[in-house]
């Protein structure tokens, strides 16, 4: 099923201002996507590199100021591509206090995405092979990001364990895919246990985050960036809490369930 048909069985029901029809425009040509790839390339790189230096010189200052350079950092690539974003939910990407933002990880572009759409003291929780990249390996490693090392257990147990103390501590916004990487078949995969972890450790309300129309914009197996749209929706908050370890599945099914409204479930 794809992002554009309606999936509404009479026992689902919307979100208040979301709606489960999303439609998006006819995606550009091929020609501007190879155009601006590696201007956009070179922006996303030199831009991460630009504020990983500011946070190794003035770290304090970079926190404060991270939403808004995130946010351009972000904006600057979209607006080459010519990708519009129509974002749905601004009252809950603004939320202040600690939280945990869980999105549908879709492609490479959903980096871009977060950083355009930075909630309030974002902080990334990203798979240790991204330390690898240049330029965005140094910023996440420079602004203190998690990093999650799915190769060992318990060092990731270890990692989610301080992203929870922190989003306490610091009061930030935890951006985490419950699916733990990109589908390679599309559609939404089942979820980790990670992100539930943290959300029962700290009692912090979950903000479903639904991206669609990513599919058109950037296909699957490919770099380019066709122009279109992409509409983003910030659901209400979930109150975790009243969560208990033992019902850990039960809270998944529940989140995923939220999700299943507006998004197609993994292709077999």
Known sequence: MSSTQKR???EEKEAPGVSMEFCPPPTGGQL???LV????ILWT???ATFIALLALIARSWTRRRLQSMVRIWGRVPLAMAGVRVELHGQEHLEAQGPKLFLFNHVSTLDLLLLGAHA???PCVA???EFRRIPGIGWALIALGMIEIDRSDAERAIESLTRAGERLQAEGLTLMMSPEGT???RGGLQQFKKGPFHVAIATGAPIYPVIWR????????????IRSGGIRADCLPPIDTSSWKTETIEEHIADTRAVFLRYLAPERA
């Open 45 to 47: 790189l030199l831009g």
């Open 126 to 128: 990203y798979k240790r």
């Open 213 to 224: 129309g990513i599919e058109e914009v950037n296909p699957m197996g490919t770099w380019l």
């Open 119 to 121: 909630p309030p003291s």
């Open 182 to 184: 990109r589908s390679r």
């Open 8 to 10: 509404a069985p009479d």
């Open 32 to 34: 501007r996507s190879a």
């Open 37 to 40: 790839l590696v201007p956009i």
